[in-house]
Nanobody
Framework: QVQLAESGGGSVQAGGSLRLSCEVS????????VGWVRQLPGKEREVVAS????????YYDTFLKSRFIISQDKAKNTVYQQMNDLRPEDTGMYYC?????????????????WGRGTQVTVSS
């Protein structure tokens, strides 16, 4: 089993930034991809970004890649999501997810491990 623990969510004004962290523990050898998935009110879950843990290859949602940056610190088994220029429409729950993937890394159902999520609220 893989455990994922998110932190770093909170409230911020429009234009501000937040950095989410995801600590990955347990059977980390069994996964090769970690993603950030968000669920906005009234919408389906969508993958914001993902990263291959072996070679740091990032993948982004086309419309978010200019504002969101995914990275990892392998020594700490932690994946980060830097979110800049936040907008009220970014308000929602953000989940850290993980799986062994070779494709469909931007498709939420591909991920079989999920954290509890962290709330991000952006006020105008």
């Amino acid at each position: 089993q893989v455990q994922l623990a998110e932190s770093g969510g909170g409230s911020v004004q429009a234009g501000g930034s937040l950095r989410l962290s995801c600590e990955v523990s347990g059977a980390t050898y069994s996964i090769n991809c970690v993603g950030w998935v968000r669920q906005l009110p009234g919408k389906e879950r969508e993958v914001v970004a993902s990263i291959y843990t072996d070679d740091n290859r990032p993948y982004y949602d086309t419309f978010l890649k200019s504002r969101f940056i995914i990275s990892q610190d392998k020594a700490k088994n932690t994946v980060y999501q830097q979110m800049n220029d936040l907008r009220p429409e970014d308000t929602g729950m953000y989940y850290c997810t993980a799986a062994t993937l070779s494709h469909r890394r931007l498709w939420a159902p591909s991920y079989n491990y999920w954290g509890r999520g962290t709330q991000v609220t952006v006020s105008s």
